[in-house]
């Protein structure tokens, strides 16, 4: 019986992009949205697409934020033969600003209890949708200020294996979507 010993689970690496006229991306995430877990984006660069997943309730887009992702945690596992460690993947915690206070009690009160969506959040001109579905940790603090403003400061964490890649967003689609009712 013939046969082979594959010695490692590599995957191919493709050639790195090198390109010193490529345009800069800037930070701050500036919106966001949550993609119900079984919906998938054909061409999640299609304005058309995402608004009828808006209107079909796929998407909850919340097109107007600031806050930030910081820099995710790796998790490793042991590592066998001579490998120390084996990266497992990574922890995201990100945070973000949603100035929409007294209108979204229920909404957030509803959200923090799912496990069943995606997320996605855009910086300058991309987006990104996690891998996996997250939790969401809603908070409404109340600072000891005349002149601040109470928002609701969410964090929703993940664990993926992979970085979620970016996209260029449609920009059009970053608007107030009210449903009929």
Not at 54 to 60: E, F, N, P, R, Y
Not at 155 to 174: G, I, M, N, Q, Y
């Amino acid at each position: 019986m013939a046969g082979y010993y594959p010695d490692t689970c590599d995957t191919l690496v493709g050639e790195h992009d090198c390109d010193p006229c490529a345009p800069k991306e800037y930070g701050r995430v500036r919106a966001t949205a949550f993609i119900k877990a079984g919906f998938e984006f054909t061409n999640p660069e299609s304005q058309s697409e995402w608004e009828a997943a808006i209107a079909s309730g796929d998407v909850i887009l919340i097109p107007r934020t600031h806050g930030s992702l910081p820099e995710p945690s790796e998790n490793e596992g042991t590592g066998y033969g001579d490998t120390v460690t084996e990266l497992l993947g990574f922890e995201y915690a990100l945070q973000y600003f949603d100035p929409n206070y007294a209108g979204n009690c229920d909404f957030y009160n509803a959200l923090k209890r799912q496990s069943t969506y995606k997320f996605m959040y855009k910086t300058s001109t991309m987006g990104h949708i996690t891998n996996d579905t997250v939790s969401v940790v809603p908070k409404p603090p109340v600072d000891d200020d005349l002149n601040s403003e109470v928002v609701w400061n969410v964090t929703v964490k993940w664990k993926s294996e992979d970085h979620p890649c970016p996209f260029v967003f449609p920009a059009a689609v970053l608007k107030c979507f009210i449903p009929n009712n």
